[in-house]
């Protein structure tokens, strides 16, 4: 699916292959004159004349400059492999950003909950971090618009740019088989185009439907809007289906054209491109303009890739041409992770170097030499969960926020350093209606309305925010009290990602501590030390000389089970018959080229994480999940834990719902009360007491703040966005 990409004007040069027609594309932004919308098209950049720089600046100022050509005000182009985005303080060739959806805790995007003051807020700490350029994927509510307006204009030589997307609906049909990019999708992308190019220049009235409320946008922000993107990152299917259900056609349109190997789906994008170009060059904007891609449709050869979704057909841009009308110019652009795909991590040419994500960056830089590559979304989340495993450390899951951060930032400063044209991180908020592989088979049956209220620790895709919420518990209560005993007090609370539990002891805890959770009222198992009654559903294992604590869940109870792992590969029970908990992070994987199956992938997510959960801590670690203090030498000895609510077994504790797999097959029970069991060596033990189940129907309080470890971000993104261009 590879295709060499077409020359530079570097190579046209070299190779003496400058030809009267190529020379009037060279030439042609030479001129003030306005070019003919029918000039030669150039499938690598419009002319160089437009991306000459002024010399150092005096004022460090990142106003608008844009240049002037034919009528058009250009905020920023093409020149060869940059982009170049034209300031009052130079050109600038780096663009640093991250992505922002219109997500708060407990709502969905489609509410567009957040409202300007947010928006102000947002934008006001973006500026102070070095953040340059706001991703948007698609068309949003006013209140963006206006409040980013606001802020420009109060911040005129620190703005935030735009990098505006245009989004394809969802093409799936009720069956799930995808279908092909036909006169449905033409229509209603054709529709999204006009409104979203109207909406920046504040020029739209939506009248409202079933799908969008009526709204009015009057905030022209189109002095700020860097650049383009075309559609979502393509599903495969949905691609195989566009190209096999009609002859390929070239599209030649007034701005961009295609080759004539182009497939049906890259003359579809073509299409689009030129659309949006038609709008914008009728209000007198022009900016770069690329198509949306994904590692899983890359146009190069992944051969070990074991997932074959993932490397089944590609969309290569390298067969979409710019003309000269369209002095902007194009750019490839592609969300990249560093930990996903698999071929990552199977792949010769990849695994055989000392930084397998930046040999596949390299790979894609030389497949598009000529034009800019922009990676517009990476990163990783501070989640507890994980759902892929990447070289040096850069997990999707199970990082710190520190540890993330710094992940974070070494992607910015790795995009630099090859060249790339930039690096936006993928979210400035959490999402909590985001769903990961490893645990979306335990929600499936909770609606997302529901889904929403609970900030899930083990759904890493939830946490890639820059931004914390963090949650206002809903306060404590004392749920057991025996003050004669040396486990003289339990203290329980909650928020929405985890249960608080606090035991007081009066004297040092040295011998193990068992923990016992009865939810179903069914037939159970004892203590993992083996006492007790045999009741419980989850368990903990405190061993408080080796300073460890392992939480277990009932065999029958195991939701690995809902994973359709071979029993080969399921988690296994202990003599009595607990399994330490556990997420799957992937099948067992048959890699073309190896006999034997790759093993599958789990995470022990059992192994609790000793430490402070305090933001203001010195030794502060999102991770942790328990720890052992005694706050003053006549204080008692607190065991405090912050258990996840989804590995007490809740698919939806918002509705006080567990999750016990039935055949292969999640299905939701009530539960109201737990009743909780400790045994330990101390005076009083056993102990039970029981836990009243708490609901809620919306998210909790927050406070915000940026993530631990955002001065390295800081540091990335300032010196990152610090460079001119490159002769």
Known sequence: ????????????????????????????????????????????????????????????????????????????????????????????????????????????????????????????????????????????????????????????????????????????????????LGSEARTAMRAEISDTSAAVHGDLRRPGSARTPRATWKADVSPWVAGWLVGSPWDPATVLATDRAGSATPFSGTYFRTTAKATVTEAWIAARMDELATHEAKRGSCAPIGAANHAATDPLSHPEEPVADDDRVGVDVNRIGVLTAWPAGTFAAYRAYPNAPKFLRFQPSYTGTADPFRAYLGELRAHHAGRPLLVTETGVPASLGRSHTGAQDRHEGFLTEQQAMKVDADLLVLARDLGLAGGLLRSWTDDWSAVSAPTAPRTRDVPADRRVLTHDPLTSAQWFGLLAHDQVRAGERVVHAAPEDEMARVVADHDASYLYLTFFFTRRVTSPVDLGFDLYGADGLRLPGGSGEPVHDVSLHFVPTMSTVTMSVRRTLDPTRLDGLPSLFLPRPTRRGWVEQQLTLAPPLQVPGRKDLVPAEMQKIGDLVLGSWDPAAPDYTSLATWQLVRPAPTSPMEWRLRLPWSMLTFADPSRRLGLVPEAGEPTLVPVRNMDVTIESSTPGSPASFTLAVPTWNEAPRTTERLRAGSDALRAALTATTSGRPTE
């Open 1 to 180: 699916m590879s295709e060499a990409p077409c020359p530079s004007r570097r190579q046209i040069l070299t190779a003496g292959l400058l030809t009267a027609g190529s020379a009037g594309v060279l030439a042609a932004c030479s001129s003030s004159a306005a070019p003919s919308p029918g000039a030669t098209a150039t499938t690598t950049r419009p002319a160089s004349a437009l991306a000459t720089t002024s010399g150092p600046p005096e004022v460090d100022s990142w106003a608008p400059a844009p240049r002037h050509v034919g009528g058009l005000s250009v905020v920023a182009s093409q020149k060869d492999e940059q982009l170049l985005l034209h300031t009052a303080g130079g050109d600038r060739t780096f663009w640093a950003g991250v992505g922002l959806a219109p997500t708060l805790p407990g709502k969905l995007a489609s509410e567009h909950a957040p409202a300007v003051k947010d928006y102000r807020r947002w934008f006001a700490e973006m500026t102070r971090l070095g953040i340059r350029v706001v991703r948007l994927d698609s068309l949003q509510a006013p209140a963006l618009y206006e409040a980013l307006h606001a802020h420009n204009t109060a911040e005129a030589e620190a703005p935030l740019y735009l990098l505006q997307g245009v989004t394809i609906p969802a093409l799936s049909s009720p069956t799930g088989k995808a279908r092909p």
